[in-house]
Structures are given as C-alpha cells and as structure tokens.
C-alpha cells in the first residue's frame, strides 16, 4: 500500500474578509465606536498626571 505525497496537494482557499454585505455595517460601527472615543472626558487624574510632566 503507498502513501499518497501530501506535499504536492494544493491548499485550499482561504476566505477572505468579511462579506461585501457586511462592510457596511462593519464601517458604520468602527465610526460609532471612534466618535464615542474621541468625544469621551479625559479623567482629572490623568489631566494631574500629565501636569505632573511639566
């Protein structure tokens, strides 16, 4: 009985990205998310450390 060479196979693809479908939406939460960040309060603390450096 022979052992069928593995090595020469081809790989199998790979899915790639998410689907066209989903980008959309995929996008309008990334921007969601970067909005709250950017809008959100620096903590007092963290302003008094960064005084600090001064």
Known sequence: ???ADQSK???EPR???PK???DAAMG???RSVYEKTVE???P???L???GKLD
């Open 1 to 3: 009985m022979m052992v």
């Open 9 to 11: 196979r081809k790989p």
């Open 15 to 17: 899915p790639r990205g």
């Open 20 to 22: 066209p479908e989903n």
């Open 28 to 30: 309008a939460a990334l």
């Open 40 to 42: 959100e309060r620096v």
């Open 44 to 46: 007092d603390e963290f």
């Open 48 to 50: 008094d450390l960064l």
